[in-house]
């Protein structure tokens, strides 16, 4: 069965500090990983979509990583800010031949950065 | 662009109760979900449309219908509404890659 965890479930940093979330797929075939940004009461925003040949991507203060052979991704985040408060959601795409891509999500990393 | 819609934003049924989830797209895309949000869950695929004219049943569709109107808009039905079907629902569109994602209606059943 295709499943997607990411770790910690949740997460407090104080403002400017750095952190890594994580992400372990059983997804198969692979087509794409993409992280998503979800505020509080808002859908869900693209941040990276990494293909198979893709290790690393940048947006920003945003950088994803991904090792295809671990099945593993991480999202770290730079010089956090009060904005980055959020959940993040790994989602992991699947090459579906009969109806497109099938898409799996994680539960997401809940977020807090504290002044 | 106004991107991704929904309507309405907010919306309290009774069980039993029916009502339609509307949405609509300004970006030409071919594709369109319907997705719920349950604390701890993750986000669910409901139904699918990969273009105009198809729907597709996705991880949990039970108790709830589609139609695709036109490229533009995708309505989600629920004919007779269960506590259990308390959610957030999200709309999506998308041409592959990636997914753009509606504003959520949040859904109380009670």
């Known amino acids: 069965k295709n499943q997607v965890e990411q770790s910690p479930q949740s997460l407090i940093i104080l403002e400017g500090k750095n952190c890594t979330l994580q992400c372990n797929y059983t997804v198969s075939p692979f087509s794409n990983l993409r992280w998503y940004k979800q505020d509080t009461g808002r859908g869900p925003v693209s941040l990276t979509i990494?293909?198979?040949?893709?290790n690393t991507k940048s947006n920003g203060r945003y950088t994803a990583t991904l090792d295809a052979d671990t099945k593993q991704s991480s999202l770290h985040i730079t010089a956090s800010q009060l904005s980055d408060s959020a959940s993040y959601i790994c989602v992991v795409s699947a090459q579906n031949s009969n109806s497109g891509y099938a898409l799996n999500f994680g539960k997401g990393t809940s977020l807090l950065v504290t002044p | 662009n106004a991107g991704v819609t929904q309507t309405p934003k907010f919306q309290v049924l009774k069980t039993g109760q029916s009502m339609t989830l509307q949405c609509a797209q300004d970006?030409?895309?071919?594709?369109m979900y319907w997705y719920r949000q349950d604390p701890g869950m993750g986000l669910r695929l409901i139904y699918y449309?990969?273009?105009?004219?198809?729907?597709d049943k996705g991880e949990v569709p039970n108790g709830y219908n589609v139609s695709r109107l036109n490229k533009r808009e995708f309505s989600l039905r629920l004919e007779s509404a269960a506590p259990s079907q308390t959610s957030v629902y999200f709309c999506?569109?998308?041409?592959?890659?990636?997914?753009?994602f509606g504003p959520g209606t949040r859904l109380t059943v009670t």
């Open positions: 449309s990969a273009s105009e004219g198809t729907t």
């Open positions: 990494m293909t198979f040949s893709e």
């Open positions: 970006m030409n895309h071919n594709s």
């Open positions: 999506a569109s998308s041409d592959l890659l990636p997914q753009y």
